[in-house]
């Protein structure tokens, strides 16, 4: 047993992770994030490019790239070595907080050998309730060049390191400015989760049974299965790729949000965008949320992203 020093951990730089993708990959991400057959720009065509946000998939898909076999969840989550000061934690027990992506480089459709993950801990919390983890990824091909960072935030519900409250963060991503109560919002649009969302979206490499397992989502206590968070994600940054970008996968530079309750396979999302000022490069910035159009709860808050604006190019 190590010593739980939880200022140890922030800075952990974890072995890379070998990745690789395919343009079959990219296409079946694509209909995981509730592609429609008239998303030219992303189901294929002339005018195809990869979506932007594909490299959220990596950290679970990477490893599995050589046999192209699906991944063993299970195994996965069990494997990894404990990180010093960190106590261990309950795989059961952990949601997913927050997830950004900057887009440095367009993706190329086949990524090719030599591609990694570097993944480092930039940041660690504890309060009563848990300790958030969060970390940050950056993808670079074979010479080293960087193409996307991401940052990742993850909450473990009920773990204990010292007991006392902590906070040290060395990175992260910018924060979204709050969305302008005092106005409508610039661009609203709505889309529909299929009840066969999560198991198209898993096949982008997260296995976890609570996607498909109704019984696991019942014991977990969200009445049934829920869907991915990243699927909700790229629900909500396909809007902003089509009402800000112009329907252009290549318009969206940084994205990022809060995951603030779970979505159900099926349910019809709604996501308001604001523009709140000019974001880098030319870039605009806007606010955004996301939420379940027919109870109105809230599933994605504090939605953040540079997008280059575009009116809809004709296809
Ligand atoms: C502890 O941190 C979590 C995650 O940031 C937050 O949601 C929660 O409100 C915090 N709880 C307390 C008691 O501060
Ligand atoms: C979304 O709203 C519908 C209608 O109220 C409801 O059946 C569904 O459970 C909601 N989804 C979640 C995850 O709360």
Redesign the pocket.
């Known amino acids: 047993m190590s010593e739980i020093d939880l200022a140890k951990a922030v800075g952990h730089q974890f072995d890379d992770q070998q990745v690789s993708w395919n343009q079959r990959d990219l296409l079946i991400y694509a209909v995981g994030i509730g592609a429609k057959a008239d998303d030219y720009s992303i189901v294929n065509d002339k005018s195809w490019a990869p979506f932007p946000t594909y490299p959220v998939v990596l950290m679970f898909k990477g490893m599995f790239c050589i046999n192209q076999d699906t991944v063993n969840f299970r195994q996965l989550m069990s494997g990894g070595k404990k990180v010093s000061g960190l106590p261990a934690f309950d795989p059961n027990r952990v949601v997913h907080g927050f997830q950004s992506i900057e887009i440095l480089r367009p993706l190329p459709a086949v990524s090719g050998p030599g591609w990694k993950l570097k993944k480092r801990i930039v940041g660690v919390n504890e309060n009563k309730t848990g300790i958030v983890l969060e970390d940050e990824q950056v993808l670079v091909d074979s010479n080293g060049t960087p193409y996307a960072k991401l940052y990742s935030a993850s909450f473990n519900l009920g773990a204990k390191g010292t007991g006392n409250s902590f906070s040290k963060r060395i990175a992260g991503a910018p924060q979204a400015k709050p969305v302008p109560k005092d106005r409508k919002p610039d661009w609203v649009v709505q889309d529909r989760t299929t009840p066969e969302q999560a198991i198209v979206y898993r096949l982008s490499g997260d296995y976890n049974m609570l996607h498909i397992d109704p019984s696991i989502g019942k014991a977990a206590g969200f009445?049934g299965v829920?869907l991915h968070g990243l699927s909700t994600f790229g629900f909500a940054a396909r809007a902003l790729v089509s009402a800000v970008g112009g329907g252009d996968p290549n318009a969206l530079r940084f994205f990022g949000t809060r995951f603030t309750?779970?979505?159900?396979p099926g349910?019809a999302l709604e996501t308001s965008v604001w523009e709140v000022g000019p974001g880098p490069d030319g870039t605009t910035e806007v606010s955004f949320a996301t939420k379940?159009l027919?109870?109105g709860?809230a599933?994605l808050g504090g939605g953040i992203a540079y997008v280059k604006k575009q009116e809809k190019g004709r296809l």
């Open positions: 009445g829920i309750s779970p979505v159900k349910d379940n027919t109870n709860k599933c």
